[in-house]
C-alpha cells in the first residue's frame, strides 16, 4: 500500500508526462480538490474543459460531466476515474423514453439539464446547469418547455418564470436527503448564518432558504464579507472547499447524510491508475455528439 503523498508525487509526475489537466467537482474528496488543477461546478468544469490545452482530462466526477468534456473537447482523450461513477439522477431519463414523451408533447421545447447523457442532450434543444437554468428558460422564445430529468430544480425554475414547464419526474437521492426540519432547528443555533441551497433540494427546504445557488455559487457567496457563517444545503464534500477557501469562516452541513456515493467512487489510487493505463476513456459517438453539442453550444450562447 502506497501512502498519500507518494501517491501523489506519482500522479502529478505523470499528469506533466502525460500532458493531462486534473478537473474536479465541488463534491469530490477532500485529497482530489486537492490535486486537481481546477476545482468547480458544471458549468465552470465544462467552460475549462472548452479551453484547456491539455491532451487528456482526467474528469474527477460522475459520467455526464466527462461526457461533456468529450462533447466539447473531441481531439483530447478524456479519463474518467472509476467507469460506475456515474450520477443516478442523470439516468432517470433514457433517450428512448424522453422520443416518446416528445411525441405526446409536439410543441414543446425541450430542455435537458447537464445532469443527462449524451444521448438525451442529442434528443433536447438546449441545456442548461443549476448555475443559469433560469436564464436559459428565460430565453427561450417558447410557448411550452419539456424539462428533463430533475423535477425539483424544475419545480424551482417555474417560480422564477411564467414560462409553462412540464417536469421530467427524476430527482437527486442525495439532495432530496435533506428536511425542512434540519434547516429550521440549525437556524435557531446559529441565528447570524446564512442558510444556501442547492436547487435540486425539495420546495419545502428551498423555502427557507436565504440563497438558492449552484455549488460555484454557494463558494463565490460564501467569499461575501457580510457571511461568516453559513448552513450549507448541498452535498456534504463541497465543506473542504468551502473551509480551505475562507479560514475563520464557520460552515455547518445541513445534513452529514447529504453524500452522493458515486462522487466519491473517485480516490488517488484509480487518478494514478486511470493515468497509468489510460484508461476508462469516455468517448461519444460522433452523430450523438454534434447533436448533444449543438444543445451545449446553444446554452453557452444563451447565457
Ligand atoms: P453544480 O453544477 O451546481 O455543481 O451541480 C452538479 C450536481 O450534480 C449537483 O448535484
Ligand atoms: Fe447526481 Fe445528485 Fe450525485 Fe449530483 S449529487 S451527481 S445530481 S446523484
Redesign the pocket.
Known amino acids: 500500500m502506497q501512502g498519500d503523498s507518494e501517491l501523489i508525487d506519482k500522479i502529478l509526475s505523470l499528469k506533466k508526462e502525460r500532458n493531462a489537466v486534473i478537473l474536479a467537482?465541488?463534491?469530490q474528496l477532500g485529497e482530489i480538490q486537492d490535486i486537481a488543477d481546477f476545482v468547480?461546478?458544471?458549468?465552470?468544469?465544462s467552460q475549462n474543459a472548452a479551453k484547456t490545452e491539455a491532451e487528456v482530462i482526467v474528469f474527477c466526477?460522475?459520467h455526464f460531466?466527462a461526457e461533456t468534456a468529450s462533447i466539447l473537447c473531441p481531439d483530447k482523450i478524456v479519463l474518467l476515474p472509476d467507469i460506475h461513477a456515474g450520477?443516478p439522477?442523470a439516468d432517470m431519463v433514457t433517450a428512448e423514453g424522453l422520443r416518446e414523451r416528445k411525441k405526446e408533447l409536439p410543441g414543446a421545447t425541450v430542455v435537458c439539464y447537464?445532469?443527462s447523457s449524451a444521448e438525451v442532450k442529442a434528443e433536447s434543444d438546449i441545456c442548461c446547469?443549476?448555475?443559469n437554468a433560469v436564464k436559459v428558460i428565460e430565453s427561450l422564445d417558447a410557448k411550452e418547455i419539456l424539462f428533463v430529468p430533475d423535477q425539483y430544480l424544475g419545480h424551482y425554475i417555474s417560480t422564477r418564470t411564467d414560462k409553462k414547464m412540464i417536469l421530467w419526474p427524476g430527482f437527486?437521492a442525495?439532495?432530496i436527503r435533506i428536511q425542512p426540519q434540519y434547516i429550521t432547528d440549525l437556524r435557531r443555533e446559529y441565528p447570524q448564518a446564512k442558510v444556501a441551497v442547492?436547487?435540486?433540494c425539495r420546495p419545502d427546504v428551498i423555502a427557507l432558504a436565504d440563497e438558492v445557488?449552484?455549488?460555484?455559487?454557494?463558494c463565490r457567496y460564501a467569499r461575501r464579507e457580510d457571511v461568516t457563517q453559513m448552513i450549507v444545503g448541498?452535498?456534504i464534500g463541497i465543506i473542504h472547499r468551502l473551509r480551505k477557501e475562507n479560514p475563520g469562516k464557520r460552515f455547518i452541513p445541513v445534513s452529514e447524510q447529504a453524500v452522493?456515493p458515486r462522487?466519491k467512487l473517485i480516490t488517488l489510487e484509480n487518478v494514478l491508475w486511470s493515468l497509468q493505463e489510460m484508461t476508462p476513456e469516455i468517448k461519444v459517438p460522433e452523430e450523438i455528439r454534434l447533436k448533444a453539442k449543438a444543445a451545449v453550444d446553444r446554452m453557452l450562447k444563451a447565457v
Open positions: 467537482h465541488n463534491y468547480g461546478d458544471s458549468l465552470e468544469l466526477g460522475v460531466m450520477c439522477m447537464i445532469n446547469t443549476s448555475a437527486c442525495t439532495h442547492h436547487p435540486e445557488l449552484s455549488t460555484g455559487g454557494i448541498t452535498e452522493c462522487m
